[in-house]
């Protein structure tokens, strides 16, 4: 059984894999820039661990070296590139597109016939397209909600607290004020791409992905796991091509 491993920039996710790459439970951990959050995997597990990671190189390490000394093989890295999985990258330089948005285009992709949108809403908030054929047509990037409030606590005086209900209506307090100024700031630009495509599916993941939800308009599809359920789709795939190519070497 594989292990897919998604590290972003806040927190750790990962899933075991049936065969087909699909992952199965999620497990999350804020990881704090350390990387001992790999004391938690499981004892019982003997490989191959597929990972993905957009966070500091260091981040991956103590998962390498668990990988070497539990399971006795490298942990293999998955990283953006021009086509994979039946998608086609939109940036001239694949390798400067970061490998979670890559591997949830190709999750999306995978997930249903036709167009689709894919906003992951975590420490960044990125929205991405992809259209029926598989070519990913660019995205976007802006900080994540959490982040624009802290945007705001880094550059004034204000110290806002989280408010439990965020109103649709304009604030009259500054906890407000700030809480639903991120949040209509995130749910303004996604409409605003909704608007300016043809889309025939819409995908929302991300640690923030709950909070948006309802205030979107359109038939959105809560997917935690889509950059996993890339990752596994590229681990199958290239385990079956590493296995066509050493037949013909044969
Ligand atoms: N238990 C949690 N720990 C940390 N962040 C959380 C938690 N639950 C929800 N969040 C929110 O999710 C965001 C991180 O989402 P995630 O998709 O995991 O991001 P990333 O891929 O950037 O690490 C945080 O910015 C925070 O707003
Ligand atoms: C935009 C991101 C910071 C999102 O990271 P996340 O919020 O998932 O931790 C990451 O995908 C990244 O570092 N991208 C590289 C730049 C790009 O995609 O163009
Ligand atoms: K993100």
Redesign the pocket.
């Known amino acids: 059984m594989t292990l897919l491993v998604d590290i972003?920039?806040?927190r750790v996710k990962w899933a075991r894999a049936d065969a087909a790459g699909r992952p199965g439970p999620v497990q999350a951990l804020a990881h704090d820039g350390r990387g001992d959050w790999v004391d938690t995997l499981s004892t019982d597990f003997d490989g191959p661990v597929w990972f993905a990671t957009?966070?500091d190189a260091d981040l991956a390490t103590p998962l390498q070296a668990w990988s070497r000394d539990r399971l006795g093989r490298a942990a293999v890295e998955v990283v953006?590139s021009a086509s994979a999985a039946g998608v086609q990258c939109a940036?001239a330089r694949p390798e400067?597109?970061?490998?979670?948005?890559w591997l949830a285009c190709i999750g999306a992709f995978h997930r249903g016939p036709g167009s689709v949108v894919v906003v992951?809403a975590?420490?960044?908030?990125?929205v991405d397209v992809v259209d029926a054929t598989g070519c990913h047509q660019g995205?976007l990037?802006v900080p994540?909600m959490a982040t624009m409030q802290q945007a705001i606590h880094a550059h004034t005086r204000i110290r806002s607290q989280p408010v439990e209900q965020v109103p649709d209506d304009l604030a009259r307090d500054t906890d407000t004020a700030v809480a639903a100024g991120a949040l209509h700031a995130a749910v303004g630009l996604i409409e605003r791409v909704c608007r300016r495509f043809a889309l025939d599916r819409r995908i929302l993941a991300?640690g923030e992905a709950a909070r948006l939800a309802d205030r979107l308009e359109g038939d959105w599809h809560l997917a935690p796991d889509i950059?996993l359920e890339g990752l596994g789709r590229v681990a199958v795939e290239s385990a079956i091509n590493a296995s066509s190519s050493n037949g013909h070497s044969r």
């Open positions: 972003g920039n806040t957009v966070a953006s940036y400067c597109l970061g490998v979670d948005r992951d975590g420490t960044a908030l990125t995205g990037i994540g991300g950059v």
